[in-house]
């Protein structure tokens, strides 16, 4: 079961600004990936079930983070269908993540509480999840809606809050085009933990980058 309610999650999204997202499919390397993110000053972290036995790793890595990484929420994502996300939840996951908007899964989230971010492209979407219970939808692939989608979604409706991924990058200008759009967070993936990264097991350059990453959004917020 979740460790954080849905209404925890969504306040560290909207107090941290980032979720870094990744996948590997070696416990160990995961591990010390989630240590060197939350080090940096991650509190958040998104694992995309991608592989084959991804339940397995993320199992291990919730554990872990429960027992040695306190205030660490652990969500996943990629998640398509229903039995996906009660699988998740069943190891604990403390949000869902999805690339489009599937009503199967906010059913199964909504019932046990859990934070559900649904792939929205259209206002018709973002309105629909939103009258199903979510507190913050997906923007996918960001960089092919872009922050002026952003704008015109806030302008009618303040009320949305949006997290944009895919195209989110760590540059300072990328993100203050995000955040001035009026984003609430961004998930950032290979932009962050690059495939370099994870091949030289450089998890000190991790470190460093969560915490530019994270002061740079601090410093655009203020």
Excluded at 4 to 22: D, T
Excluded at 41 to 68: C, I, P, Q
Aim: charge should be positive.
């Amino acid at each position: 079961m979740a460790t954080f309610s849905r209404l925890e999650v969504i306040r560290v999204m909207k107090e941290i600004g980032m979720v870094p997202l990744f996948y590997h499919p070696d416990i160990a390397v995961s591990k010390k990936v989630l240590k060197a993110c939350y080090d940096g000053g991650a509190r958040l972290m998104e694992f995309t079930a991608r592989g084959d036995f991804a339940h397995e790793v993320f199992a291990s890595l919730n554990k872990y983070a429960m027992k040695e990484l306190p205030g660490m929420i652990m969500g996943v994502g990629s998640i398509t269908d229903a039995a996906a996300a009660s699988m998740f939840m069943q190891m604990g996951a403390n949000f869902i993540v999805t690339p489009s908007f599937r009503e199967d899964i906010a059913v199964i989230c909504n019932r046990r509480k859990v934070l559900w971010a649904p792939g929205c492209g259209s206002l018709s979407e973002i309105n629909r999840a939103e009258e199903m219970g979510c507190e913050i939808v997906k923007l996918f692939p960001g960089d092919v809606y872009g922050p002026k989608f952003v704008k015109a979604i806030k302008g009618p409706q303040p009320w949305t809050s949006i997290m944009p991924t895919g195209g989110v990058s760590t540059d300072k200008a990328n993100l203050k085009a995000w955040f001035e759009a009026g984003v609430t967070c961004v998930g950032i993936g290979s932009k962050l933990i690059s495939k370099e990264i994870l091949d030289n097991k450089d998890l000190g350059v991790l470190e460093d980058k969560v915490k530019s990453t994270l002061a740079t959004i601090r410093e655009l917020r203020t």
